[in-house]
């Protein structure tokens, strides 16, 4: 990487031998550039605000935010809430009495006192046992080696609500109670753990990649200096999407795991906006450029990249809007806002800094520490050069050989099961795990699995030859109720399927209940049900979000080439850089290969919006390093005419960048694979290796072999799509031109004949 002069130039004109002067700055360098210590004051002060307004910000986040609340399901569990608050417990104790067993007389009586003292607690109705069932209900809250049994409740209140009163009334239920030991499970327990476990998770994937990524910016760089400038511009991304998220959650409901996504995009884009200003930045003062010039022409060239790179990320992830579930909404909320942010740092606060250190960003070089030899240089990116000259004399083997791999890695995706996410989600020795593993492994049928039917305006007649129908299905287990409400305008039966919560039977079962003819209205509700609900609702929008990610990306990088197969080449390939990922999540979470390894429990299954999530997060990210290889490319293209030269040009001055900003990226996101969550550890681990794909396979071989194949014809487009593009078109440099009267005049001359050909051709 080319490194400023060890001194600045003599005052004087700040233009190099052979150079022509530095066109004025634009209003925006204007802005940016002629009160840089007030740029960087106000900033300052917007970051302060922006900590005190997203303070306390994970607190008001939900754990939720799967199920579809327009669906059936949705709307039986809300009826049921409300008409029956009794009906839908949400807190289990479950009770251990070892080898005395539940039905000791001893423990009997301390079953009922806890149920008692339970039941005494403000915020919790309900409150049922087995001690206190009906016979007929008893067996579904006893263990079948009968040494455990279960208390039952539900605590009132939203989400925020509940959790505090079971911080409340925890410390007084759990632990030793004579000849009994009580845990706490249940899925208000679940959620609970499950915030805090990320929330401490965050913290400690952010002491990880924070001092990990600053080291690697300093190989990058060599200076200290210019190391730091990256990690600030990402931590004001980050508290300021954190205060943007704060004041969501006044309106809508926010996920709490959008938190890590915003760590992991205020980095890692951060870092990758900034260190390829940084890095032309440096490139123009080696040239002779003084420091205005330099921060104009990076702002006019890399500049323009970043921004154009932010709007292609924003769009992939904006796309996940379309979805009803908060979950991903969420992620489009954090999403959008970190890559706007750190785009406008990067573009804002950035060239200020610049302005203010001037040559002082080389200072405190630090690979001074173990680089001895002073052997001349090598010319910059020498070695991806001739790997991209490589990979064109030998294009048909390796498109076909990298092709055919990508797509053999993502093979194990064609088996995916798609579930809804429980207790597993958290560490195997967490208490809410613990409690509901026994359960599933000692309790009969599948208690947290159990349908609920929400039937309206029927007869006690109806209901009763409804319930005898319903008995009669394959799969179903026991059938309870019905249950009439007060008014007696409604009534639920609860019905046990065979097999798994979200088993093949319980999905089945699902269809079959709501394919019964009965003389009233009924709604069914329960996990099996939501699963369903949330297959169809991502099904229903998917369509429309992959084109509206597949058009807009066109549109965008066509204004960035002029091309039109260009566009089509970068979804394709952005497509391909995925299907390691998708292949990875099922051989690994899954199938559950390397759980051990990982510290995660498989539950057999893929939660149904995280392959959404995951492909909106990565293909952005995919075309945030394409744009940047892309645009070197079009800029040599247009200066020289010649198509083989550009694409080894492009990849010999981005293709070690690039490959910084992947590891880097990765690194912050393998810090956030970290996680004792499996999903957020799917999602780290999923996109590390998603961006090292795209940046070492697809970026290095895949791209200059389809270049070198598609040869001149890459650069072709109708006639009136080009006139559309020299009149609208982004570029990064000066205008073709500027850039012939900067160079050579055969150079355009050159161009200009390559473009008529190819049209002509066409």
Request: glycine share 10%; hydrophobic share 50%.
């Amino acid at each position: 990487m080319p490194t400023a002069p060890a001194r600045p130039p003599e005052p004087g004109p700040a233009t190099a031998p052979g150079r022509d002067a530095a066109p004025e700055p634009g209003g925006f360098t204007r802005l940016v550039t002629a009160r840089p210590r007030l740029s960087l004051l106000i900033a300052l002060v917007v970051t302060a605000l922006a900590v005190f307004a997203g303070s306390g910000v994970a607190d008001r986040m939900g754990s939720g935010g799967w199920e579809d609340p327009a669906a059936e399901s949705t709307y039986a569990a809300e009826a049921l809430e409300r008409e029956f608050p009794d009906s839908e417990p949400n807190v289990l104790l479950l009770v251990d009495a070892g080898s005395a067993g539940v039905d000791d007389p001893a423990v009997a009586a301390e079953g009922r006192r806890l149920a008692g003292e339970l039941a005494a607690e403000d915020g919790v109705t309900g409150v049922g046992s087995y001690w206190q069932a009906p016979e007929r209900a008893r067996p579904a809250l006893r263990a079948e080696d009968g040494r455990q049994a279960l208390i039952s409740a539900r605590i009132e209140g939203d989400e925020k609500t509940a959790a505090e009163t079971l911080e409340r009334i925890a410390p007084g239920l759990r632990g030793e109670h004579g000849p009994v030991e009580v845990s706490i499970g249940g899925p208000v327990a679940v959620q609970h753990e499950m915030t805090e476990t990320i929330q401490d998770d965050l913290l400690r994937a952010e002491m990880i990649a924070l001092p990990i990524t600053l080291v690697l910016l300093v190989m990058v760089f060599g200076s200290a200096v210019a190391a730091l400038l990256p990690l600030l511009v990402g931590i004001v991304a980050i508290l300021g999407t954190n205060a943007v998220l704060r004041g969501l959650t006044e309106f809508t409901d926010v996920s709490v795991f959008a938190m890590n996504l915003t760590t992991a995009l205020g980095l890692g884009l951060a870092i990758d906006y900034a260190l390829f200003i940084v890095r032309r930045y440096r490139e123009e003062l080696a040239a002779g450029a003084d420091v205005r010039a330099a921060v104009g022409t990076t702002l006019r060239t890399a500049g323009r990249t970043v921004l154009f790179s932010a709007l292609t990320v924003a769009v992939s992830l904006a796309a996940m809007l379309l979805f009803p579930q908060y979950f991903l909404r969420s992620f489009a909320y954090a999403g959008i806002a970190v890559v706007l942010l750190a785009a406008a740092a990067a573009l804002i606060l950035l060239p200020a800094a610049l302005m203010l250190l001037g040559y002082r960003v080389n200072s405190l070089d630090l690979r001074r520490l173990w680089r001895r030899d002073r052997a001349p240089k090598k010319e910059q990116g020498a070695g991806w050069g001739r790997a991209a000259a490589l990979v064109m004399r030998r294009a048909p083997v390796f498109a076909l050989a990298t092709t055919a791999g990508l797509l053999l890695l993502g093979l194990p995706f064609l088996g995916v099961k798609f579930g809804t996410p429980d207790d597993r989600q958290l560490p195997a020795s967490a208490e809410s795990h613990v409690v509901q593993q026994h359960i599933r492994e000692g309790f009969p049928g599948s208690p947290d699995g159990a349908l609920k039917v929400l039937a309206e305006q029927g007869t006690p007649e109806e209901y009763g030859a409804y319930r005898a129908r319903v008995a009669g299905l394959p799969d179903v287990l026991r059938v309870e109720g019905p249950v009439p409400s007060a008014s007696g305008e409604a009534a639920y039966f609860t019905v046990l399927p065979k097999g798994e919560a979200v088993g093949p039977e319980a999905q089945q079962l699902v269809h079959e209940l709501r394919a019964q003819d009965a003389p009233f209205e009924t709604s069914v509700t329960g996990r099996a049900a939501q699963l369903e609900d949330s297959k169809a609702a991502i099904g229903e929008q998917l369509p429309w979000a992959l084109a509206i990610i597949a058009v807009v990306t066109l549109l965008l990088v066509f204004l960035l080439t002029g091309s039109v197969l260009i566009p089509l080449q970068a979804v394709l390939l952005n497509g391909l850089s995925l299907t390691a990922m998708f292949g990875a999540m099922v051989w690994v979470f899954q199938e559950g290969h390397l759980s051990g390894l990982l510290g995660f429990t498989s539950t057999g299954d893929i939660e149904t919006t995280l392959p959404v999530l995951m492909f909106c997060v990565a293909f952005g990210l995919s075309m945030d390093y394409g744009v940047f290889l892309l645009s070197r490319i079009k800029e040599e293209y247009d200066r020289t005419g010649r198509h083989e030269h550009a694409v080894k040009f492009g990849l010999q001055h981005t293709g070690g960048l690039i490959t910084a900003a992947a590891v880097i990226l990765a690194v912050v996101m393998v810090a956030i694979g970290t996680s004792r969550v499996t999903n957020t550890k799917m999602l780290g681990l999923g996109i590390a290796l998603a961006v090292l794909m795209d940046a070492m396979v697809v970026r290095s071989l895949l791209v200059p072999a389809v270049l070198k194949l598609t040869g001149r014809w890459t650069w072709w487009a109708p006639g009136p799509l080009r006139r559309l593009h020299e009149r609208f078109g982004l570029r990064e440099g000066e205008a073709p031109a500027e850039a012939a009267r900067e160079t050579a005049p055969e150079a355009a001359a050159t161009t200009a004949a390559s473009r008529e050909k190819v049209g002509a051709d066409a």
